[in-house]
C-alpha cells in the first residue's frame, strides 16, 4: 500500500510533467525554418533516424518526430520533406579548393583516350588563345591509354609551337610541357635532376618533355601568376561545384598567403557560403608566420579555419615517384621519390604540436607511409600528446607490419575511396599480387579500431561525394568492373600468372576490404568533422551543431549499390540558408 507521503510524491511528479507538456505546447520556441516529414540520417553516435529538425540562425535548435517539432517551435518558414532523404552536409577531407576552379579554367583532360586527344583540346585552347600566351591544363592519365608510355612534347609542338604549354597529371605529380615551355626554361639535355625530382628523357639523354614531382618546379616557376580576378573566378566556379554535390566543408590540403587572403576577403563581404578547413601548403614564410600568430580557428562564423600543416615525403603511384621498400614490379630499377628528409618530418611534427597545429602528410607508398609514421611516433615522443590527430594522406600502400600503428599511436589515416577504383586497372602491376593486400587497405584498417575520413583529392578525381561513397561500399568503377574474374583478366593489367587469388574479382576488386554503408557515410561526414577537431560542430544534425545539411533524391543508406550513382542534390543548405537547390 502506497503512503500518503508517496502518493503526494507521485501526484506532484505527475503534475510537473503535465505543466512541462503543457507549457511546450502553448509556448513554442522560436524558430527561422523547420523542415519535417523526412527521413533524417542524424549521423550521431547511435545513427538516429528522426523526422524532423528545427533551425534558429545558423544551428540546429531541435530534433524529433514531426509532430513534436511542429508542437515545440513556432517558425517563419516550414519545409515539408515529403518524405526525402536528409544527411549532413558532406564534408571532404581531402581535396584542393583553388585548383579545382583553376582546372575549370584551364584545358580540362579528364577522360582523354589517347595522347593525341589531349594535344587536340590544347589546340582548341590555343586557338582562342594571345600570341605567347601560356596554355595550362590538367587532368591526363597515361595509363588510360592504349599505348601506357609517358606522353612526349612533339605532339604538343605541332598544335602549340609558338604558346608554351604545361598540362599537369591528374595526379597533380607530373607535368608535361612543349619545346616553347623548354626554352623557356632553358631545360636542355645538362639541365641536373633535382633533390626529389625527375627529368623523363629519351634514349640520347634528352628531356622529353616530362617532369615528375621536384623537377615540375623548373617551368612551373617561369608560369605567369593568376591576377585577383583570374583567382576570384576560379574560388566562385569550384565552390558552385562543390555546393552542387553536396559539400558543405572542404579540408584544403596546401593553401598558401594569398587563398587565405581571398578567402578571408570573400566572407568578409558575405560571398562566401562555405566552410574551409585548410592545412598551411609547407614550410616557408606563411608556416613560420603561422607559429607566431597561431591557428586561426572559426573566422566569419566558422567558415574558415587554419590549423593544420600539409607536407609531403613522396609522390604518386601513378606515376612511379610513390616511394615504395621493393622496386616498382613494373619497373625494376625504380623504388619511387622521397620529396622531404625524415628529420624535416619529424622536426616540423615537433613545432607543430608545440604551437597547436595539426600535420597532414602525404604518403602513397609503403616506404612513404613508413617514414611517416615512425617520424611521427619520434615527434610524439618528444612532444607527448593524447589527442594530436596527426594525419597521414592517402596511407595507400601499407606495409602489412605498419597497419597496426595508425591505431597504436593514434594515427589518423584520411583515404580517398576513388583513388582506389581509379587505380585498380594497374595498380597490381605496379606493386605485384603480394604488395596490392597492403593497398587500399580500409578493412584492414578499420579493423584496428581507427576511422578514415573520406576525401576525393579533387581536382585529382570527380569531387561528387557520392561517387566516393558508390567506391567504399563496392569497389567497383561507374561500369560495374570488375562483375566476374574473367571480365577483371580482360580489362586489368594482370595475367593469371601474376594472381595469388583469382577470387580477387567477386563482388569487387579485392572486395574484402570494402567498407560498410554506414562507414562509407561517416567517412564523409562525422569522421570527416572529427578528422578537423569539428566533431562537436559539424558532420551531424544535432541540437547545437551548424545547420549544414543537404536534401537527396533518394535514400542513399538503402538503395541497391548500383542505384547510388543515380544520387542527386537536390538541396544544399550551409548555416541554415538554402545556397544550392531549385532542381
Not at 104 to 111: A, E, F, I, N, Q
Not at 348 to 367: N, S, W
Amino acid at each position: 500500500m502506497i503512503s500518503s507521503q508517496a502518493r503526494n510524491f507521485l501526484l506532484f511528479l505527475l503534475a510537473v510533467v503535465v505543466f512541462a507538456v503543457l507549457f511546450i505546447r502553448y509556448n513554442p520556441q522560436e524558430a527561422d525554418a523547420i523542415f519535417v516529414n523526412g527521413r533524417i540520417y542524424t549521423m550521431d553516435a547511435e545513427n538516429s533516424v528522426v523526422e524532423a529538425f528545427a533551425v534558429k540562425g545558423d544551428r540546429i535548435s531541435g530534433i524529433g518526430t514531426s509532430s513534436t517539432i511542429e508542437r515545440s517551435f513556432e517558425a517563419k518558414v516550414r519545409v515539408d520533406l515529403e518524405g526525402k532523404t536528409v544527411l549532413p552536409g558532406f564534408i571532404d577531407a581531402h581535396a584542393h579548393f583553388m585548383s579545382l576552379g583553376i582546372s575549370r579554367l584551364t584545358v580540362d583532360l579528364l577522360g582523354c583516350r589517347s595522347e593525341s586527344e589531349a594535344a587536340e583540346r590544347v589546340k582548341q585552347r590555343v586557338t582562342k588563345s594571345g600570341a605567347g600566351q601560356w596554355i595550362r591544363g590538367r587532368g591526363w592519365d597515361q595509363n588510360d591509354w592504349p599505348v601506357t608510355r609517358f606522353p612526349s612534347h612533339a605532339s604538343l609542338d605541332n598544335v602549340s609551337p609558338n604558346n608554351p604549354v604545361v598540362l599537369v597529371r591528374v595526379d597533380g605529380h607530373a607535368a608535361w610541357v612543349n619545346k616553347k615551355a623548354l626554352e623557356i626554361a632553358g631545360i636542355t639535355r645538362a639541365t641536373p635532376e633535382p633533390q626529389g625530382g625527375r627529368i623523363v628523357r629519351d634514349t640520347q639523354g634528352n628531356p622529353t618533355g616530362v617532369f615528375v614531382d621536384a623537377a615540375m618546379e623548373l617551368v612551373s616557376k617561369h608560369l605567369p601568376e593568376l591576377s585577383d580576378q583570374e583567382a576570384t573566378e576560379a574560388i566562385q566556379l569550384a565552390l558552385h561545384e562543390c555546393l552542387q554535390y553536396g559539400i558543405t566543408t572542404v579540408h584544403d590540403m596546401g593553401v598558401d598567403a594569398r587563398e587565405i587572403a581571398l578567402y578571408k576577403g570573400l566572407i568578409e563581404r558575405g560571398e562566401f557560403p562555405f566552410r574551409i578547413y585548410a592545412a598551411i601548403g609547407g614550410l616557408g614564410d606563411l608556416w613560420t608566420e603561422s607559429l607566431v600568430r597561431g591557428p586561426l580557428i572559426g573566422f566569419g562564423q566558422n567558415r574558415l579555419t587554419v590549423r593544420a600543416l600539409k607536407l609531403y615525403i613522396d609522390g604518386a603511384l601513378g606515376s612511379r615517384g610513390a616511394a615504395l621498400i621493393e622496386p616498382y614490379s613494373d619497373e625494376p630499377d625504380n623504388r619511387g621519390l622521397t620529396l622531404s628528409s625524415e628529420e624535416a618530418i619529424r622536426s616540423a611534427t615537433v613545432e607543430a604540436l608545440k604551437h597547436g597545429f595539426q600535420v597532414c602528410t602525404h604518403a602513397i607508398g609503403d616506404r612513404g607511409n613508413n617514414i611517416v609514421l615512425n617520424m611521427y611516433e619520434a615527434a610524439l615522443h618528444e612532444v607527448p600528446m593524447a589527442d594530436h590527430r596527426l594525419r597521414v594522406e592517402h596511407a595507400q600502400v601499407l606495409y602489412p607490419e605498419d597497419i597496426p600503428k595508425f591505431k597504436k599511436s593514434g594515427i589518423v589515416p584520411s583515404m580517398q575511396p576513388t583513388h582506389c577504383t581509379s587505380d585498380m586497372y594497374w595498380a597490381e602491376a605496379r606493386l605485384g599480387p603480394k604488395r596490392i593486400l597492403g593497398a587500399y587497405a580500409w578493412r584492414s584498417l578499420l579493423k584496428t579500431g581507427v576511422i578514415i575520413p573520406g576525401g576525393s583529392d579533387f581536382p585529382v578525381e570527380h569531387p561528387n561525394p557520392v561517387l566516393g561513397i558508390y567506391a567504399a561500399v563496392t569497389r567497383k568503377d561507374k561500369e560495374g568492373r570488375p562483375l566476374t574474374v574473367e571480365d577483371g583478366l580482360k580489362y586489368f593489367e594482370l595475367s593469371k600468372e601474376g594472381m595469388t587469388d583469382s577470387s580477387a574479382f567477386l563482388n569487387g576488386w579485392h572486395a574484402d576490404q570494402k567498407m560498410t554503408r554506414v562507414e562509407a557515410l561517416k567517412s564523409f561526414t562525422t569522421w570527416a568533422a572529427w578528422a578537423g577537431f569539428e566533431e562537436h560542430l559539424k558532420g551531424s544534425i544535432q541540437k547545437g551543431f551548424l545547420a549544414d545539411f543537404i536534401i537527396l533524391s533518394a535514400d542513399i543508406a538503402s538503395v541497391s549499390d548500383r542505384s547510388i550513382l543515380d544520387i542527386r542534390v537536390l538541396k544544399t543548405y550551409v548555416g541554415g540558408k538554402e545556397v544550392f537547390g531549385g532542381r
